[in-house]
């Protein structure tokens, strides 16, 4: 067990996003290890988390890319929730 001199920063290894670009409406793909470095998974619910939070729909979707079997997360703003 190691001990600490200070507590870390909660972002440490949390990574940043810019909602206005991924919300913006535009159909955007994510790569894992380039754009996030989660699970596919969390990266979906973070995204449905944010689209909600800004009163948006949104289509977001995980999958392995056939041409390199790479994991990645589409996402796509619809616009505002009826």
């Not at 067990?1 to 940043?16: G, K, N, Q, T, V």
């Not at 948006?56 to 929730?81: I, M, P």
């Amino acid at each position: 067990m190691r001990e600490l001199s200070e507590f870390p920063a909660d972002s440490i290894r949390r990574r940043r996003y810019d909602w206005r670009l991924l919300l913006d409406g535009r159909i955007r793909e994510l790569e894992q290890d380039i754009d996030f470095d989660c699970r596919p998974a969390s990266l979906v619910t973070t995204v449905k988390q944010n689209a909600r939070k800004r009163e948006l729909e949104v289509l977001v979707r995980s999958y392995a890319r056939e041409e390199d079997q790479r994991d990645v997360v589409v996402v796509q703003a619809l616009g505002k929730r009826a």
